[in-house]
C-alpha cells in the first residue's frame, strides 16, 4: 500500500480509535466499581446526540453551547438511570442487574424511536470541523485532528480526577472492595452516581463526535459503538482507564487497516470486533493492561 | 501413613504475606485445630487446600497425590470437603437437594440416561435421596427436608452445611468456624458431634474455630496462626499457657477468651 | 407426593391439547392457527431460552442468533435446487447446497445439531474465563449472524434471503416439538443435572466445592439451549416460508427475555404461562399502535410504542416483581388443585 494511503488510513484509524476509547473508558469505569456491563451506554450515546442535535434546533444555541449543555443532559440521565433502574436491583443477583440494563437499552431506543421517529437525522457539522485539509495526496477534515485532541483532554483531565482526587480515590477503592469502602462511611452511592455520570458524558462527548464524522444519527446507532467500545475495554484489561483508551485506538486503527487491506471483506468489518472478543477470551483474557480483578 | 501433607504453603497477595510457610501435616484419625486472631490467614489455608487459591508457594500432597493448584472440584472429588465460614448454601433450593447435589459428583448415569429415567439413573437417584435422608437425620434436619434452605435459622444451617460436606464422601473434613453465633448447649452439641461423625465416618478433621471451649475441648493438636506466620503448636494444654500464644489474642479485643 | 396421579393427569392434559389440535386443524380460522403456532414456538423458545438463563443462572442472549441458524440451515437444506435457482438471483448458491434437498425431519435434526455444536463452540472461550461475557459475546453473535447473513450472498442470499419455503409447519409439528422439548428440559431440570445447574446458579463457589464441575454443566445447558432453539428456528423458517436477516434481530431475544422473566427466571411452567400472555398480549397491544378513539378524542396510533410498553414492563418487573409469576417454583398439579380448592369455596361462600 502507497505510503500516502497508509497515512491516510493512519488518521482515519486514530479518529475512530479515539471514538471507541471515550465510550469504553465509561464501561471500564463502570463494570471496575459494579461489575454490571451496562448495556445502555451505547443508547445513552445516542440520547447524547439527539440532546445536541434538538439543543441546536429548537433553542438554536450556538453549537459550542449546545453540545456542553448535551454532554450535561447526557451525564443527568446517566446519574436517572443508575438512581431509578440499577440501584434498585443492586442488591439482588448478578443477572437481575444485567437484565435490568438491556430493559434500558431497549427502552431508551424505543422512545427515541418514538419520540424522535426512526428516520435518520442530518447531524450539523460546524465550519471549524468541515475544513478539508489537503497535504500531498492526503485529504482530511480538520475534524480528524481535533477528534484526538479533544479525546487526548478529555481523558487526561479524568485520568486526573481519578488519580488526584478524593472522589477518584474512592471510585479506585469501591473496584476493589465496594463493602469495606461501605463500612468506612463513604456513600457508595453517590460515588456510583458520579461515576456514571463521568461516564456518560464521556460518552456524549464520543457520541457528538462521533455524529461529527458520520452526520447522521438514528434511533439505533449506538448499539454498534457499544459493542465495539465494550470489546476494546475487555481488550485493554476491564477496570482500567488508560487500558480502555488504548483498547479504543487499537481497535479503530485494526479495523481501518482491515478494511484498507481487505476491501472485499468491508462488509463484515463489524463482526471484526467480535473475533477479537473472542481471541481475548482465549489468549489473553485480562487484556492488555489487566491486573486479575478478585471476583 | 500420611493422609495429608502440607508443605511451606506460602500465599503474597500483591505485596501483602498472608501466609508464611504454613506446613502441617495429617494422619488418619487426627483432629487438628487451626487458631489465631482475625485476618492471620486461616481461611486462606483453607482456601489453598481445597483449591480456592492457587498458593504463591509451597505444596499439597494428599493420599500421595499432589493436588496443589488443581480445581476446587476435582480436590473435593479426591476425597476433601468443607464448609464456609459465611454459609454458602443453595438458598432457594430445598435442604434435601442440597445434600443431594454432593452426590452429583459421583452419579454414573448420563444426562440422557436421567431424561429417559432410565433404571440405573432411577436407581442412582434413589440412592442419593436415601442418603441425603440419613445425613439430615443425623443433622437432625430430617423434618425440615422440602424447606427451602433459605429459610432455615442460623444454627440449621450451620448444620447442612456440615451434612453436605459430610455428603461429598470425604476423608478430610475442613471446618471453617463451625461454632460461631452458637450458644454454650448447641456448642456441646456440635463438639460431640464432631468427635461422633469423626469415628463413624472415619474422618481426619481440620478445624478453624475462635470458641477455645471448643478448640481445648476436641483439639489433639493446635497450630496458632498471626499475620500468616505459625506462631505456636502443640497440645491444648501447651497451647494454653505459650506466652506469644496469649500475647497475639491479647492484642485482639473480644476473642472467646483463652483461659 | 402423588406421582402417579400427577403423571395420568399430565398425559390426559396433552391428550386432550392433542384432541383439541385435531379439531381447531377442521374449524379454527386461519388467523386463531397462526396464533396458535405462535404460542408453540414462542413457549419452545422460552423454555429452551430459560435453561441457560433461569435454570443455570448464565446471562445469555442467543435466541435470535440461535434461531436465525436453525432457520437458514433447515431452509437451505430442504429447498429444492429449483427454488433455489430461482431465488438465489445475484448470484448462486454454493456447492453442495445448490443440489441438495432433504426431508423437513432431518434438515430439522441437522439444523439442532448445527446450532448447538456453535453454542459449544461458543462456550468454550467464555465459560472458561468469566459468565459475565457470555451476555455481550451472545450479543455480538446476534450482530455476527445478522452481519454473515446479509453479506454471504453465496449461502444465505444476502439481504434478499430464502422464500418459496414449502410451509411444512402445521399445528403438529409446532405442537409435537413443544411437547419433545417440554418433556426433554422439564426431565432435565428436575434430575441430577438439572439441581447441578441450579446449584451452579445459587453459588458457584459452594457448587465447585461439592464436586461439581460448573463449566461442564453451564456448556451442558447452553448447548442444549441451542440445539432446541435451532430446530425452533427451522419451525418457524417453515411457517413463515420466507425468512432474511431483518426477521432475526435482538427484539426477538428480548422478547423470549421478557417473556422467562414475566414467568420466572427458573420455572418452566412458568414459561409456557408467560408465553401465551405474551403471544395473545402482543396481539391485544396491537391495538395501541393503530388509531382508536375515545368518545370524541381521537388518538392516533403511535407505531413503536408497543416496545416501549414492553421494555418498561421488563424494567418493572426487575426493580418490583423480580420473581414474576411463578418465582423459581413450578405450578405442579397439586398446587393447582389445592388453588382451585381455594377458588372454589371463595366462592360457595360468597353465593
Same mark, same amino acid.
Given at each position: 500500500?502507497?505510503?500516502?494511503?497508509?497515512?491516510?488510513?493512519?488518521?482515519n484509524?486514530?479518529?475512530?480509535?479515539?471514538?471507541?476509547?471515550?465510550?469504553?473508558?465509561?464501561?471500564?469505569?463502570?463494570? *471496575?466499581?459494579?461489575?454490571?456491563?451496562?448495556?445502555?451506554?451505547?443508547?445513552?450515546?445516542?440520547?447524547?446526540?439527539?440532546?445536541?442535535?434538538?439543543?441546536?434546533?429548537?433553542?438554536?444555541?450556538?453549537?459550542?453551547?449546545?453540545?456542553?449543555?448535551?454532554?450535561?443532559?447526557?451525564?443527568?440521565?446517566?446519574?436517572?438511570?443508575?438512581?431509578?433502574?440499577?440501584?434498585?436491583?443492586?442488591?439482588?443477583?448478578?443477572?437481575?442487574?444485567?437484565?435490568?440494563?438491556i430493559?434500558?437499552?431497549?427502552l431508551?431506543?424505543?422512545l427515541?424511536l418514538?419520540?424522535f421517529?426512526g428516520?435518520?437525522?442530518?447531524?450539523?457539522r460546524?465550519?471549524?470541523?468541515?475544513k478539508v485539509?489537503?497535504?500531498?495526496?492526503?485529504?482530511?477534515?480538520?475534524?480528524?485532528?481535533?477528534i484526538?485532541f479533544?479525546?487526548?483532554?478529555?481523558?487526561l483531565?479524568?485520568?486526573?480526577v481519578?488519580?488526584?482526587?478524593?472522589?477518584?480515590?474512592?471510585m479506585?477503592?469501591?473496584?476493589?472492595?465496594?463493602e469495606?469502602?461501605?463500612?468506612?462511611?463513604?456513600?457508595?452511592?453517590?460515588?456510583?452516581?458520579?461515576?456514571?455520570?463521568?461516564?456518560?458524558?464521556?460518552?456524549?462527548?464520543? *457520541?457528538?463526535?462521533?455524529?461529527?464524522?458520520?452526520?447522521?444519527?438514528?434511533?439505533?446507532?449506538?448499539i454498534?459503538?457499544?459493542?465495539?467500545?465494550?470489546?476494546?475495554?475487555?481488550?485493554?484489561?476491564?477496570?482500567?482507564?488508560i487500558?480502555?483508551?488504548?483498547?479504543?485506538?487499537?481497535?479503530?486503527?485494526?479495523?481501518?487497516?482491515?478494511?484498507?487491506?481487505?476491501?472485499?471483506?468491508?462488509?463484515?468489518k463489524?463482526?471484526?470486533?467480535?473475533?477479537?472478543?473472542?481471541?481475548?477470551?482465549?489468549?489473553?483474557?485480562?487484556?492488555?493492561? =489487566?491486573?486479575?480483578?478478585?471476583? | 501413613?500420611?493422609?495429608?501433607?502440607?508443605?511451606?504453603?506460602t500465599?503474597?497477595?500483591?505485596?501483602?504475606?498472608?501466609?508464611?510457610?504454613?506446613?502441617?501435616?495429617?494422619?488418619?484419625?487426627?483432629?487438628?485445630?487451626?487458631?489465631?486472631?482475625?485476618?492471620?490467614?486461616?481461611?486462606?489455608?483453607?482456601?489453598?487446600?481445597?483449591?480456592?487459591?492457587?498458593?504463591?508457594?509451597?505444596?499439597i500432597?494428599?493420599?500421595?497425590?499432589?493436588?496443589?493448584?488443581?480445581k476446587?472440584?476435582?480436590?473435593?472429588?479426591?476425597?476433601?470437603?468443607?464448609?464456609?465460614?459465611?454459609?454458602?448454601?443453595?438458598?432457594?433450593?430445598p435442604?434435601?437437594?442440597?445434600?443431594?447435589?454432593?452426590?452429583?459428583?459421583?452419579?454414573r448415569?448420563?444426562?440422557?440416561?436421567?431424561?429417559?429415567?432410565?433404571?440405573?439413573?432411577?436407581?442412582?437417584?434413589?440412592?442419593?435421596?436415601? *442418603?441425603?435422608?440419613?445425613?439430615?437425620?443425623?443433622?437432625?434436619?430430617?423434618?425440615?427436608?422440602?424447606?427451602?434452605?433459605?429459610?432455615?435459622?442460623?444454627?440449621?444451617?450451620?448444620?447442612?452445611?456440615?451434612?453436605?460436606a459430610?455428603?461429598?464422601?470425604?476423608?478430610l473434613?475442613l471446618?471453617?468456624?463451625?461454632?460461631? =453465633?452458637?450458644?454454650?448447649q448447641?456448642?456441646?452439641?456440635?463438639?460431640?458431634?464432631?468427635?461422633?461423625i469423626?469415628?463413624?465416618?472415619?474422618?481426619?478433621?481440620?478445624?478453624?474455630?475462635h470458641?477455645?471451649?471448643?478448640?481445648?475441648?476436641?483439639?489433639?493438636?493446635?497450630?496458632?496462626l498471626?499475620?500468616?506466620?505459625?506462631?505456636?503448636?502443640g497440645?491444648?494444654?501447651e497451647?494454653?499457657?505459650?506466652?506469644?500464644?496469649?500475647?497475639?489474642?491479647l492484642?485482639?479485643?473480644?476473642?472467646?477468651?483463652i483461659? | 407426593?402423588?406421582?402417579?396421579?400427577?403423571r395420568?393427569?399430565?398425559?390426559?392434559?396433552?391428550?386432550?391439547?392433542?384432541?383439541?389440535?385435531?379439531?381447531?386443524?377442521?374449524?379454527?380460522?386461519?388467523?386463531q392457527?397462526?396464533?396458535?403456532?405462535?404460542c408453540?414456538?414462542?413457549?419452545?423458545?422460552?423454555?429452551?431460552?430459560?435453561?441457560?438463563? =433461569?435454570?443455570?443462572?448464565?446471562?445469555?442472549?442467543?435466541?435470535?442468533?440461535?434461531?436465525?441458524?436453525?432457520?437458514?440451515?433447515?431452509?437451505?437444506?430442504?429447498m429444492?435446487?429449483?427454488?433455489?435457482?430461482?431465488?438465489?438471483?445475484?448470484?448462486?448458491?454454493?456447492w453442495?447446497?445448490n443440489?441438495?434437498?432433504?426431508?423437513?425431519?432431518?434438515?430439522?435434526?441437522?439444523a439442532?445439531?448445527?446450532?448447538?455444536?456453535?453454542?459449544f463452540?461458543?462456550?468454550?472461550?467464555?465459560?472458561?474465563?468469566?459468565?459475565?461475557?457470555l451476555?455481550?459475546?451472545?450479543?455480538g453473535?446476534?450482530?455476527?449472524?445478522?452481519?454473515?447473513?446479509?453479506?454471504?450472498q453465496?449461502?444465505?442470499n444476502g439481504?434478499?434471503g430464502?422464500?418459496?419455503?414449502?410451509?411444512?409447519?402445521?399445528?403438529w409439528?409446532?405442537?409435537?416439538?413443544?411437547?419433545?422439548?417440554?418433556?426433554?428440559?422439564?426431565?432435565?431440570t428436575?434430575s441430577?443435572?438439572?439441581r447441578?445447574?441450579?446449584?451452579?446458579?445459587?453459588?458457584?463457589?459452594?457448587?465447585?466445592?461439592?464436586?461439581?464441575?460448573?463449566?461442564?454443566y453451564?456448556?451442558?445447558?447452553?448447548?442444549?439451549?441451542?440445539?432446541?432453539?435451532?430446530?425452533a428456528g427451522?419451525?418457524?423458517?417453515?411457517?413463515?416460508?420466507?425468512?432474511?436477516?431483518?426477521?432475526?434481530?435482538f427484539f426477538l431475544?428480548?422478547?423470549?427475555?421478557?417473556?422467562?422473566?414475566?414467568?420466572?427466571?427458573?420455572?418452566?411452567?412458568?414459561?409456557?404461562?408467560?408465553?401465551?400472555?405474551?403471544?395473545?398480549?402482543?396481539?391485544?397491544?396491537?391495538?395501541?399502535?393503530?388509531?382508536?378513539?375515545?368518545?370524541?378524542?381521537?388518538?392516533?396510533?403511535?407505531?413503536g410504542?408497543?416496545?416501549?410498553?414492553?421494555?418498561?414492563?421488563l424494567v418493572?418487573?426487575m426493580?418490583?416483581?423480580?420473581?414474576?409469576?411463578m418465582?423459581?417454583?413450578?405450578?405442579s398439579w397439586?398446587?393447582?388443585?389445592d388453588?382451585?380448592?381455594?377458588?372454589?369455596?371463595?366462592?360457595?361462600?360468597?353465593?
Amino acid at each position: 500500500m502507497p505510503f500516502q494511503m497508509f497515512l491516510q488510513q493512519l488518521i482515519n484509524g486514530i479518529s475512530l480509535g479515539s471514538l471507541y476509547g471515550l465510550v469504553a473508558i465509561g464501561y471500564t469505569m463502570v463494570y *471496575g466499581i459494579l461489575r454490571l456491563i451496562n448495556f445502555a451506554h451505547g443508547d445513552v450515546l445516542m440520547m447524547g446526540c439527539y440532546f445536541a442535535f434538538y439543543a441546536i434546533l429548537i433553542f438554536s444555541l450556538p453549537w459550542y453551547f449546545s453540545f456542553l449543555v448535551a454532554i450535561f443532559l447526557t451525564a443527568v440521565l446517566g446519574i436517572a438511570i443508575d438512581r431509578g433502574a440499577y440501584l434498585p436491583v443492586r442488591k439482588g443477583p448478578r443477572i437481575s442487574a444485567l437484565i435490568t440494563a438491556i430493559g434500558v437499552s431497549f427502552l431508551l431506543e424505543n422512545l427515541a424511536l418514538v419520540i424522535f421517529g426512526g428516520r435518520p437525522k442530518p447531524f450539523y457539522r460546524p465550519p471549524l470541523f468541515g475544513k478539508v485539509i489537503e497535504w500531498g495526496d492526503l485529504h482530511f477534515l480538520t475534524l480528524s485532528l481535533w477528534i484526538p485532541f479533544i479525546t487526548l483532554v478529555l481523558v487526561l483531565l479524568l485520568l486526573l480526577v481519578i488519580y488526584r482526587t478524593r472522589t477518584g480515590m474512592a471510585m479506585r477503592a469501591i473496584a476493589r472492595d465496594m463493602e469495606t469502602v461501605r463500612l468506612m462511611g463513604v456513600d457508595v452511592n453517590r460515588i456510583t452516581s458520579i461515576t456514571f455520570a463521568l461516564g456518560s458524558a464521556l460518552a456524549a462527548a464520543g *457520541g457528538i463526535m462521533w455524529a461529527l464524522k458520520f452526520p447522521q444519527i438514528e434511533p439505533y446507532m449506538g448499539i454498534i459503538p457499544g459493542l465495539k467500545a465494550f470489546v476494546a475495554a475487555v481488550l485493554g484489561g476491564i477496570g482500567n482507564v488508560i487500558g480502555a483508551a488504548l483498547g479504543g485506538f487499537l481497535l479503530g486503527l485494526l479495523e481501518i487497516m482491515l478494511v484498507a487491506l481487505m476491501p472485499s471483506l468491508g462488509g463484515y468489518k463489524d463482526a471484526f470486533a467480535f473475533l477479537i472478543l473472542i481471541g481475548i477470551l482465549l489468549f489473553r483474557p485480562i487484556g492488555i493492561m =489487566g491486573e486479575k480483578l478478585p471476583d | 501413613m500420611t493422609l495429608f501433607s502440607a508443605e511451606h504453603l506460602t500465599m503474597i497477595f500483591g505485596g501483602l504475606m498472608a501466609v508464611d510457610e504454613f506446613s502441617l501435616e495429617l494422619k488418619g484419625g487426627d483432629l487438628i485445630g487451626l487458631i489465631g486472631p482475625n485476618g492471620a490467614g486461616k481461611t486462606t489455608v483453607f482456601n489453598m487446600i481445597t483449591g480456592n487459591l492457587k498458593p504463591t508457594r509451597g505444596k499439597i500432597l494428599f493420599k500421595g497425590e499432589e493436588i496443589s493448584g488443581l480445581k476446587p472440584n476435582a480436590i473435593t472429588r479426591r476425597g476433601i470437603a468443607r464448609t464456609f465460614q459465611n454459609i454458602r448454601l443453595f438458598q432457594d433450593l430445598p435442604v434435601i437437594e442440597n445434600v443431594m447435589i454432593s452426590y452429583h459428583a459421583r452419579l454414573r448415569s448420563s444426562f440422557m440416561g436421567a431424561v429417559l429415567q432410565t433404571p440405573l439413573y432411577n436407581r442412582e437417584e434413589k440412592e442419593m435421596r436415601t *442418603g441425603a435422608m440419613v445425613l439430615l437425620q443425623r443433622v437432625r434436619l430430617a423434618d425440615l427436608a422440602s424447606e427451602r434452605a433459605g429459610s432455615l435459622s442460623y444454627g440449621q444451617q450451620r448444620r447442612l452445611e456440615i451434612a453436605r460436606a459430610l455428603a461429598t464422601n470425604p476423608k478430610l473434613l475442613l471446618l471453617d468456624e463451625p461454632a460461631a =453465633g452458637m450458644n454454650p448447649q448447641e456448642t456441646q452439641e456440635l463438639m460431640d458431634f464432631i468427635l461422633k461423625i469423626k469415628e463413624d465416618f472415619d474422618l481426619t478433621v481440620l478445624l478453624i474455630e475462635h470458641d477455645m471451649r471448643v478448640v481445648m475441648g476436641i483439639c489433639q493438636w493446635i497450630k496458632v496462626l498471626d499475620y500468616g506466620a505459625t506462631i505456636a503448636e502443640g497440645t491444648p494444654k501447651e497451647i494454653q499457657n505459650n506466652p506469644q500464644v496469649i500475647a497475639a489474642y491479647l492484642g485482639e479485643a473480644g476473642g472467646k477468651g483463652i483461659a | 407426593m402423588h406421582p402417579t396421579r400427577d403423571r395420568i393427569l399430565t398425559g390426559l392434559s396433552f391428550m386432550a391439547l392433542f384432541a383439541f389440535l385435531y379439531w381447531a386443524k377442521g374449524n379454527a380460522t386461519e388467523y386463531q392457527i397462526r396464533l396458535m403456532n405462535n404460542c408453540a414456538i414462542f413457549i419452545t423458545l422460552a423454555v429452551s431460552y430459560n435453561l441457560i438463563n =433461569g435454570i443455570c443462572g448464565q446471562f445469555s442472549l442467543e435466541p435470535n442468533a440461535f434461531v436465525a441458524i436453525g432457520a437458514y440451515t433447515s431452509a437451505l437444506l430442504t429447498m429444492s435446487p429449483a427454488e433455489k435457482q430461482i431465488s438465489f438471483i445475484i448470484e448462486p448458491l454454493i456447492w453442495p447446497l445448490n443440489v441438495i434437498s432433504i426431508p423437513f425431519w432431518l434438515s430439522l435434526i441437522v439444523a439442532g445439531v448445527v446450532t448447538g455444536f456453535l453454542a459449544f463452540l461458543m462456550g468454550f472461550p467464555v465459560f472458561r474465563v468469566r459468565g459475565d461475557y457470555l451476555a455481550i459475546v451472545t450479543l455480538g453473535f446476534g450482530e455476527v449472524v445478522r452481519v454473515v447473513a446479509n453479506n454471504l450472498q453465496t449461502i444465505t442470499n444476502g439481504p434478499l434471503g430464502l422464500k418459496g419455503l414449502v410451509p411444512h409447519t402445521n399445528l403438529w409439528w409446532s405442537f409435537g416439538f413443544m411437547t419433545c422439548t417440554l418433556f426433554f428440559i422439564w426431565r432435565l431440570t428436575k434430575s441430577s443435572f438439572g439441581r447441578a445447574m441450579k446449584a451452579i446458579r445459587e453459588d458457584e463457589v459452594a457448587a465447585e466445592a461439592m464436586g461439581i464441575r460448573s463449566f461442564r454443566y453451564k456448556m451442558m445447558a447452553f448447548t442444549v439451549s441451542g440445539f432446541f432453539e435451532g430446530i425452533a428456528g427451522g419451525l418457524l423458517a417453515h411457517l413463515i416460508t420466507t425468512i432474511s436477516p431483518v426477521l432475526f434481530t435482538f427484539f426477538l431475544t428480548f422478547n423470549l427475555l421478557i417473556i422467562i422473566v414475566v414467568g420466572g427466571l427458573g420455572s418452566t411452567t412458568g414459561c409456557v404461562i408467560s408465553s401465551v400472555l405474551f403471544v395473545l398480549g402482543s396481539e391485544a397491544l396491537r391495538a395501541v399502535e393503530e388509531p382508536f378513539s375515545i368518545g370524541p378524542v381521537h388518538v392516533p396510533g403511535i407505531p413503536g410504542m408497543r416496545m416501549v410498553i414492553f421494555a418498561v414492563i421488563l424494567v418493572m418487573v426487575m426493580i418490583f416483581a423480580r420473581q414474576g409469576i411463578m418465582g423459581r417454583g413450578e405450578l405442579s398439579w397439586q398446587r393447582l388443585i389445592d388453588l382451585l380448592r381455594r377458588t372454589g369455596g371463595l366462592l360457595r361462600s360468597r353465593g
